[in-house]
């Protein structure tokens, strides 16, 4: 199965799409945008890419296109990441002058780069393709943060391993896809809503959840594109859509919510989980097509179904 990461060979985006789907054929495209058009192109079956890192926080340009482009995230996927300093063979740390790497990885090893004298940090594409340009480039002067693995690709040798500033250094991963059919059994939802400008129209949002006992694990916010100071909330909920509390939570959130959409359901990533798919996503699940919930007048096919009742929960 082809799966889509962006960068380099080496680069993060690799090991993730290989530590959620071992089996799959990686392919890599330059940027975060030609990712996502490959998935909607159908050039690919799935795509993978970062959406927060535990020290960098979140990778913006991916929240944004997961709203402007009509895909599902259908997985997740954590990576543990450990940035080493490369260069080319023989060359000593005091020759360093350059260090080359994507932006996140820079502010991952901020307090290292600090450390280092008369030494000037660059922003590139990925942390990979970093270390292809000190090998293509041949330059003494200039080193990479990238993988361990980036470093044996491309011919270089560490000068540091472990310059990330904590050792608790994790990137989360989505899979997105075309077909809202999650790698395994769902547990967990992601969804964005936009909010009228009114008193406690965020707190009234997130009573939707809490009243039922459901867990965020996660909440931001984003402005919206041509609209100053207004802004769509982005929230991970700890249940699967089809849950009976998670879908009278929505459904409550849709009678006052501006708009309201279902990103998508999938398995939340569990550490050393055996039953994480090997190559191809499970076909039993189901999510309905139905995602989009513009106002509480128009519901989307699940919600419709629910009793009466299901509205006050």
Request: some cysteine; charged content about 25%.
């Amino acid at each position: 199965m082809r799966v889509a990461y962006q960068g380099e060979p080496g680069a993060f985006s690799e090991a993730a799409v290989l530590r959620l789907l071992p089996g799959a054929d990686p392919r890599p495209y330059p940027t975060f945008d030609e990712v996502f058009d490959a998935v909607h192109a159908g050039s690919v079956a799935l795509g993978v890419v970062p959406v927060e890192n535990s020290i960098g926080g979140s990778i913006h340009r991916n929240y944004d296109l997961l709203v402007e482009r009509d895909l599902a995230i259908v997985g997740e996927v954590q990576v543990p990441v450990v940035h080493n300093l490369l260069a080319l063979p023989g060359v000593r740390l005091e020759e360093v002058r350059r260090v080359l790497s994507h932006p996140q990885a820079l502010a991952q090893c901020a307090k290292f780069l600090r450390g280092l004298e008369q030494v000037e940090a660059i922003a590139t594409y990925d942390t990979a393709g970093s270390a292809k340009m000190v090998r293509d480039e041949q330059r003494r002067d200039t080193a990479a943060i990238a993988s361990e693995r980036a470093g044996q690709l491309f011919g270089l040798e560490a000068l540091r391993a472990g310059v990330q500033d904590y050792d608790d250094n994790i990137t989360r991963f989505l899979a997105i896809s075309r077909e809202r059919v999650p790698l395994a059994p769902p547990d967990k939802t992601s969804l964005v809503f936009t909010l009228r400008n009114e008193p406690a129209a965020l707190f009234k949002a997130l009573s939707c959840f809490a009243l039922r006992g459901l867990d965020l694990s996660k909440l931001e916010s984003r402005p919206v594109p041509g609209r100053p100071w207004e802004y769509l909330f982005y929230a991970d909920v700890a249940a699967a859509r089809e849950d009976l509390q998670c879908t009278r939570a929505m459904v409550h959130l849709a009678e006052f919510a501006a708009s309201l959409r279902t990103l998508g359901s999938y398995p939340r990533w569990r550490e050393g989980d055996s039953s994480r798919p090997a190559a191809e996503p499970a076909r039993t699940a189901t999510v309905t097509s139905a995602d989009t919930i513009p106002a509480a007048a128009n519901l989307d096919a699940d919600a419709t179904t629910q009793q009466e009742g299901l509205r006050r929960g």
